[in-house]
């Protein structure tokens, strides 16, 4: 009986994975600057939907939506002060569902229409974000509050971590936070 080596079987393996290809090394090439994208808009251009991605994935993707943004007159009539009313228009847009591009895309929601909602409304205050609806919100899905609370937190704080609540015709869902 033969006894081999195996150091001496590995040898030729060794000898051929060093050797290379053939490509000679080079220098680093400097041609600019990295690429930057945008990825989220400032208040000024729009804001962020959250709409759920196509099954089975059933994530949340977020959509750049413009919105306009009006200065407003006060109620007591002293003066016009900037509204951040694009806030409410974003929730507003986020009932309304995709657009035909969004859902051509497979983009789909989880909340109701908008035809039984009057306006919602956004406040900031100090224990965080409150969206007021005149719908029903205990029965919404867990994605669906979701989109509430992601869509909520970036109309108003540019999605900074903060508490949302959902204020609906049957409760309060939250304090939660946005889980992307």
Do not use: N
């Amino acid at each position: 009986m033969r006894r081999v080596r195996l150091p001496a079987l590995l040898l030729p393996l060794v000898v051929v994975a060093t050797g290379g290809c053939g490509i000679q090394e080079t220098e680093i090439v400097e041609v600019g600057d990295p690429a930057t994208v945008a990825v989220a808009p400032g208040r000024e251009q729009g804001t962020l939907l959250y709409f759920v991605s196509p099954p089975p994935a059933k994530r949340l993707m977020p959509v750049v939506r413009p919105v306009d943004l009006t200065v407003h007159d006060r109620p007591d009539g002293t003066g016009a002060v900037r509204a951040w009313r694009g806030s409410d228009k974003a929730i507003a847009m986020l009932f309304d569902g995709p657009d035909e591009a969004e859902t051509a895309a497979g983009l789909r929601t989880e909340l109701p229409h908008a035809d039984a909602m009057s306006t919602p409304s956004l406040t900031l205050g100090p224990d965080g974000v409150l969206v007021r609806l005149s719908t029903p919100v205990g029965e919404l899905s867990g994605i669906a509050r979701q989109q509430l609370i992601c869509t909520a937190a970036q109309a108003l704080t540019s999605g900074r971590a903060v508490a949302v609540r959902v204020s609906g015709t049957d409760g309060t869902i939250g304090p939660a936070h946005c889980s992307l």
